[in-house]
């Protein structure tokens, strides 16, 4: 069964750090493009960075550049994302997401539950 499971969230200070981890099982993990998303309370979800398969091009929402870094271990199955400076207004469930597009247009798109991330001021 395909899924991926993030964890490392929880409760730090302004202006610390935080690296979440999320591991993928049941699908070619290294084929998919991984990201991590966002969702505060009363806001949708949000694109926080992504990584590719491949080459592992990476984005970042302008909210997290400079301050936030996606990685990935194919050979584990694994995505990061190192968060750094952290304000309060990052608080959020934060979630991972591993999606493939073929170009025949089927996608697979498999979410994680969430984790937690509080910043305190």
């Known amino acids: 069964q395909e899924q991926v499971v993030e964890s490392g969230g929880g409760l730090v200070q302004f202006g610390g750090s935080l690296r979440l981890s999320c591991a993928g099982s049941?699908?070619?993990?290294?084929?998919?493009?991984m990201s991590w998303y966002r969702q505060a309370p009363g806001k949708e979800r949000e694109l926080v960075a992504s990584?590719?398969?491949?080459?592992?091009?990476?984005n970042y929402a302008a909210s997290a550049a400079g301050r936030f870094t996606i990685s990935r271990d194919n050979a584990k199955n694994m995505l990061y994302l190192q968060m750094t400076k952290l304000k309060p207004e990052d608080t959020a469930v934060y979630y991972c997401?591993?999606?493939?597009?073929?170009?025949?247009?089927?996608?697979?798109?498999?979410w994680g539950q969430g984790t937690q991330v509080t910043v305190s001021s």
């Open positions: 997401n591993a999606r493939l597009e073929t170009r025949w247009g089927t996608t697979w798109d498999y």
């Open positions: 049941g699908f070619t993990f290294r084929s998919y493009t």
């Open positions: 990584i590719t398969s491949g080459p592992g091009n990476t």
